[in-house]
Nanobody, 121 residues
Framework: QVRLVDSGGGLVQAGGSLRLSCAASGSIFRINDMGWYRQAPGKQRELVATITWRGTTNYSDSVKGRFTISRDNAKNAVYLQMNSLKPEDTAIYYC???????????????WGQGTQVTVSS
């Protein structure tokens, strides 16, 4: 089994910064793509940013230039540095990892439990 634990959310004023972290553990052979998604009340979950094993990144237009995704392959971790936060960034943020497990040697998607980010105006 694979477990993802995300953390780092909180309450911040508009213009402030937060750094989210997500660590994976368990029967991991390799972690392929990792990413962050978010879901605001009454809205569908949406992609925020992704990063490949080699470090190629992709961002949604709404966060480009403000958020930075990074990863530490040795620690099976992914991070999201969020700067210049806006009230519309308020949501539950989830990390996601595409993991090849030792037990099956097949890729499966795993999600963190979510961390709340609230940006006040």
């Amino acid at each position: 089994q694979v477990r993802l634990v995300d953390s780092g959310g909180g309450l911040v004023q508009a213009g402030g910064s937060l750094r989210l972290s997500c660590a994976a553990s368990g029967s991991i052979f390799r972690i392929n793509d990792m990413g962050w998604y978010r879901q605001a009340p009454g809205k569908q979950r949406e992609l925020v940013a992704t990063i490949t094993w080699r470090g190629t990144t992709n961002y949604s237009d709404s966060v480009k230039g403000r958020f930075t995704i990074s990863r530490d392959n040795a620690k099976n971790a992914v991070y999201l540095q969020m700067n210049s936060l806006k009230p519309e960034d308020t949501a539950i943020y989830y990390c996601k990892a595409a993991v090849t497990t030792i037990t099956t040697m097949r890729i499966g998607d795993y999600w963190g439990q979510g961390t709340q980010v609230t940006v006040s105006s």
